[in-house]
């Protein structure tokens, strides 16, 4: 899929300065040609000055009216201002440099704000909340008043594209049409599919076991979000990214993280860090808010990344496209019992972008969830060793020590889905 060569800076730098630039030369050539009617003499330079003067001085009446309107309109609701962070320089610059450089080590306002506050950065409101009925009322009672917004979309489209996750509700069309896509596919007997999951998890397990042998700590969440790319990859397009082949990091105190080199050529640890890498550049230009164009002037931030990404997944989606158009295949209702996502893609449509972003959406969706919660999941039960045990009584008490588990089993279990629930309250993955 071929990307954009204009870095995001240059193209938002050149949309800033056309959208500057019109006006005050219209406003020139007016001002100037009044003046003339009226038989007065104004020094061009003195007329561009005051001009150009009037652009900032319209934005901070802007930004003033901007602040009123938004006072009075709380007190109108009888509603209360969320607390914004104060800089020191204006537009809250010092903040920004400040959640830039301290984004992999710390959450935003820690720690000495509330639950709630308005990071307000270059004179736009960005508030982040972690209350929990805030969350609530954003991901369940009024999702549909909770659009991601023309801002997001554009700091994810380099990676999601037109994908179901960078649409909104809002757009109809677009977002049905994605859905409509994307639904019919995910049915109960697709889900059930463990034999994937257990052939993954058995292998993420050995590769943890041989460390244990070697008394070495793991990355659990390194593991567990290999376990769930090679079997999302595996169940969505039916090729394993097999990232669990790629040797486990070692503890940064060992001599063997010293040593450890990656292996030149592997397809797998390049895809899985650079999809990694993509995601950390799109969190980073949501956290900075509009203006994340202007950190990437040179270069766009997700573009070495998605190269990698592209090598790897291109020729598996165009493989796809050319089974099908060779399969004569006429009917999209009719589903194989082996059918991948992917083939039920490619009978829906055969665009190759909408295939492809529609592919690593899914992906990111099924990687990404499901890492976070297995994570938080096994923080927390190392936290409570009785919730652990009672967990595994109830495994043991219906499927046993070594058999894969049904659909019906898991149903069964309530206990599981009670841990399961609670964890995702604590640490919700969305």
Known sequence: MSRSRVSPGVAYLTRGLLSVIFPTASSVIIVGRLACLQGFSVSPWLLSAMTLGAVPLGFAAYVFVDEISQRRKATRLGARLVPRIQGKWPGNLDKLVNVILTLEVEYLGQPNSGPTLNYRCLWEDYIVTTEPQHVKTILVTDFHNYVKGAKFREAADSILGTGVFNSDGNLRRAFRLHRTMTRPFFTHDRISHFE???????????????????????????????????????????????SLSVELPFPDNTLQSTNSKPRPGDNAAAFTNAFSQAQHAISRRVIIGAAWPMTEILADSTAQHMKVVDKFLDPILEAALRRHSTAAKSDADETAEDQTFLDHLVKLTSDFKIVKDETLNILLAGRDTTASTLTSAIYLLAMHPEILSRLREEIISKVGPTRMPTYGDIKEMKYIQAVLNETMRLFPAV
């Open 196 to 242: 994937i999951f257990d052939r993954h998890a058995n292998r993420a397990i050995a590769l943890a076991k041989d460390r244990f042998r070697m008394d070495l700590a793991i990355d659990f969440q390194d593991l567990i979000s290999r376990f769930t790319l090679d079997s999302a990859s595996e169940f969505l397009f039916g090729d394993c990214i097999d």
